[in-house]
């Protein structure tokens, strides 16, 4: 056997309820703007959508079932460009009447977190002005 058979992470899955998939694509395309990702015609029977991003994939699957995600801590963390497009974003889930909650200190990281409207905990963090220099640093060198 391998020593790394897992060499990282394909894509993250999360469901809304099938009858919204409309409106979770208006979500998560129009209010957090991500960009769409055609599916694979063979992965077109099932319903949902892709979006694109730096890192793994987002899936938005629909599913009819009687899930409580209000309940879980599963979340997707996703990385924004900077602490004032962070900024921007709460105010605009706020002004949705989505609550967002900040979240325990992670050093280097600025950070909160919200439930979209079905209720899957979603993250949004971006490195802290003072990291990110640091990152730079290491990369012009």
């Known amino acids: 056997m391998a020593e790394h058979t897992v060499v990282g992470i394909h894509h993250i899955h999360v469901t809304v309820p099938i009858e919204a998939l409309s409106e979770a694509q208006t ?3 129009g209010v957090l703007g991500l ?12 319903p949902g959508f892709w ?3 730096t890192g ?4 938005i699957g629909g599913e009819n079932t009687s899930v409580d995600r209000r309940q879980s801590g599963a979340h997707v963390a996703l990385e924004v460009q900077s602490p004032e497009i962070l900024e921007d974003l ?11 909650s900040p979240m325990v200190v992670f ?3 600025t950070r909160f977190e919200f439930r979209d409207p079905w209720g899957n905990r979603t993250e ?6 003072a990291l990110s220099a640091v990152v730079n640093e290491e990369i012009s060198q």
């Open 56 to 59: 793994p994939d987002l899936h």
């Open 51 to 53: 979006v694109e991003t």
């Open 35 to 46: 960009k769409e990702k055609p599916k694979p015609e063979p992965l077109k029977v099932y």
């Open 90 to 100: 709460q105010r605009k889930l706020e002004g949705l009447g989505i609550n967002t």
């Open 124 to 129: 949004l963090t971006t490195p802290t002005a």
């Open 107 to 109: 050093p280097g990281y």
């Open 27 to 29: 979500f998560y395309l």
